[in-house]
């Protein structure tokens, strides 16, 4: 099985298991994790769960996207969209669960990891920690609830991170309030096993073990950030960073030249819409009736061709540009799905 779950003592612990994948979450993984979670939320014996990877370099490097997009040329996505269905009601599980929960972001964290890792109360950085919403590289968008999450962090970050899929290392993540601790890996065992013993004491286990982060690079770009990803349309961000006249506005525009301009123009829609939105719950019904759609637009089948199964990172695009987009098609891709089909909490 790839996720190994144990019961030490008064405290659960789930392990992601699949290192050649680099943890990337499949539909079993899904439902294993599920199933232990609602089993420790309703067992007073549980005071708490750790969420970490068994070995290798990756906690989670996302979800199964080659899988749903073999659904996707063969089904009609069903497969696909039960995935999604699945796995964002085991982020909603993890955003309301009662009792503390610790995940431990010690290796690659991207895409579906991130959704693990940040409903969690306490979430731990290492220098191993990379950190990144990339889906705008394979025709995705910023999902498990990630529209939550970056639509409440400083300034003009969340936008920026979910346009350019900008990777963090643990000091970013902490600096960001995306980890709420910094380790050093050598230490995450002992940690453990004290938690383990006294789940009362996560708050100060974590404190007496964290050390001094290394300084985050990124806040030096805050300004580039909040000035030239200021605004709300794509091409006015493109434009924006098109006449400045420095290297990394360069660096940023051919970034966001090289993704799905549809991606762009949904993550971009999402994350100022999810600052209004009430509930996490309401957001994650918001990213599937979207994850529903774009999984049958063009640009997920050939990103995750060109990323993952072909790997010649050279995606043809449709529309190959912004200005291709119309705001109808967005509506068309925010709108509610029929009710039957919409996506509900476990
Ligand atoms: C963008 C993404 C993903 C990605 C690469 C991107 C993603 C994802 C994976 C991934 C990585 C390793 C695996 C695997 C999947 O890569 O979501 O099965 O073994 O899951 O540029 O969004």
Redesign the pocket.
């Known amino acids: 099985m790839d996720v190994h779950s144990h019961r030490h003592g008064s405290v659960g612990h789930l392990s992601l298991a699949r290192p050649r994948?680099?943890n990337?979450l499949n539909l079993a993984m899904i439902e294993a994790l599920t199933r232990a979670l609602l089993e420790w939320r309703d067992q007073p014996a549980v005071a708490a769960v750790l969420l970490d990877h068994a070995e290798g370099r990756g906690f989670c490097?996302?979800?199964?996207?080659?899988a749903v997009r073999r659904s996707v040329l063969e089904d009609g996505g069903s497969a696909g969209r039960a995935f999604f269905m699945a796995e964002y009601r085991l982020n909603q599980l993890l955003f309301a669960f009662p009792k503390p929960v610790v995940a431990f972001m010690d290796g690659i964290t991207?895409?579906?990891g991130v959704g693990l890792a940040l409903p969690a109360r306490y979430r731990v950085a290492t220098e191993h920690t990379l950190f990144a919403m990339?889906?705008a590289?394979?025709g995705?968008f910023p999902d498990v609830g990630a529209g939550w999450y970056l639509a409440r962090l400083p300034g003009r970050l969340g936008p920026y991170l979910a346009l350019t899929?900008a990777r963090l290392d643990g000091g970013e993540c902490l600096w960001a309030g995306l980890a709420t601790h910094y380790l050093p890996s050598e230490a995450l065992a002992e940690a453990k096993a004290l938690i383990a013993d006294d789940p009362a004491a996560i708050r100060a286990i974590l404190d007496r073990f964290s050390i001094a982060a290394p300084a985050p690079k990124l806040a030096a770009d805050l300004g580039s950030i909040d000035r030239l990803f200021a605004a709300d349309r794509l091409e006015d961000i493109m434009a924006a960073l098109a006449k400045d006249s420095s290297e990394w506005a360069a660096e940023a525009l051919a970034t966001l030249r090289a993704k799905s301009p549809l991606t762009l123009k949904v993550a971009l829609r999402q994350i100022a819409q999810a600052r209004h939105v009430a509930s996490f719950a309401e957001e994650m019904r918001i990213e599937y009736r979207l994850a529903s759609r774009m999984i049958a637009e063009p640009d997920f089948a050939e990103g995750v061709r060109a990323?993952?199964v072909d790997k010649d990172n050279a995606p043809r695009w449709n529309p190959a540009a912004p200005e291709g987009i119309s705001e109808a098609k967005l509506d068309e891709l925010f709108a509610p799905l029929p009710i039957d089909e919409e996506w509900t909490p476990l």
């Open positions: 994948a680099l990337a490097a996302g979800g199964d996207v080659a991207m895409g579906g990339p889906e590289a394979i995705l899929g990323v993952l």
